[in-house]
């Protein structure tokens, strides 16, 4: 199968990248900098900086996963306007491209997060779930869905993954968290009773795979394990796997004062369950958060 991958230098990117090539799928990545792509993604993937240098070579699915981290500063104009065209215009030009194609692909997987349902506090939430549509996060993610859905006009079974948060040893939340909970200055944020939809990444990976093969997954799944936890929880339970206490508070006010509106990513949260990967058959790995942590904290 020939696979072509947006984001393809990402944690979740490269990772992709070391199963299918394992699987033995030939591998086509578009990225602005192609030169990086084999040093990341492994010897035998291929970078393009422009989607015509494919020229009429056939391309069986589609993986989109280009967007600038969220998370990494605060919400200027400037920043937001930056995280809509890593995204959205992005994927207009993708769309554009399959327009074009004689030989389409027969599926394209997006990206997304649980934060397209906003924050939605005690509620449980599902793909049946509707938004909350409050914040920018949510309004990146519906706008980045609904282009990417468009494809399906074209004849691709469209596939949304709606992403938790992904723990690995290699990059991600995770491992900017390691620092100050090794330090002994690790603790809940706010008052730690937001839920945190969590994935590792060895499912979310699997998970990808998964609704690549099965022919009739298509729509959103939630990408996260099916049992979240509460901020304070996390807290402890990273504090656990890694020996460190994990007492020290995070102050809202102070986040908000810092952060602005980018704030509400760490104080919110969203108790998602996968509830249409588990009916579609697929087995998480790590169901359970101490579990998950262990795994990876002798690598972080």
Not at 51 to 74: M, Q, T, Y
Not at 139 to 149: M, P, R, S, Y
Request: with cysteine; proline share 6%.
């Amino acid at each position: 199968m020939h696979i072509l991958l947006t984001g393809g230098t990402g944690l979740i990117g490269r990772a992709l990248c070391r199963r299918w090539l394992a699987a033995g799928h030939q591998l086509t990545v578009w990225s602005r900098d192609p030169a990086k792509v084999r040093r990341l993604c492994g010897e035998g993937v291929r970078g393009v900086e422009r989607l015509e240098e494919l020229g009429a070579e056939p391309v069986d699915a589609v993986i989109n996963l280009a967007g600038a981290p969220i998370a990494d500063r605060p919400w200027t104009g400037k920043r937001r306007a930056f995280l809509w065209a890593s995204r959205i215009a992005l994927t207009e030009k993708l769309l554009e491209w399959l327009q074009d194609r004689g030989h389409r692909p027969a599926v394209l997987i997006s990206g997304s997060a649980v934060g397209w349902y906003g924050d939605a506090g005690e509620r449980e939430i599902t793909e049946a779930s509707t938004p909350v549509k409050e914040d920018f996060a949510s309004q990146l993610c519906i706008a980045w869905e609904e282009t990417a859905e468009r494809a399906s006009n074209l004849g691709l079974r469209v596939v949304l993954v709606r992403t938790g948060l992904v723990l690995s040893s290699e990059g991600g939340f995770l491992k900017r968290l390691a620092l100050p909970f090794k330090l002994g200055l690790g603790g809940p944020i706010g008052d730690g009773r937001q839920w945190m939809p969590w994935v590792h990444i060895d499912d979310q990976i699997a998970l990808i795979d998964f609704l690549l093969h099965q022919a009739d997954a298509q729509g959103p799944y939630n990408a996260c394990a099916p049992n979240p936890v509460r901020n304070r929880e996390f807290a402890k339970r990273l504090g656990q796997a890694l020996h460190r206490p994990a007492f020290l508070p995070l102050p809202a006010p102070l986040l908000r004062i810092g952060l602005g509106e980018m704030a509400g990513l760490l104080l919110g949260g969203q108790r998602a369950r996968p509830t249409r990967l588990q009916e579609a058959g697929f087995t998480f790995k790590f169901t359970d958060l101490q579990p998950a942590l262990d795994d990876l904290s002798g690598r972080l």
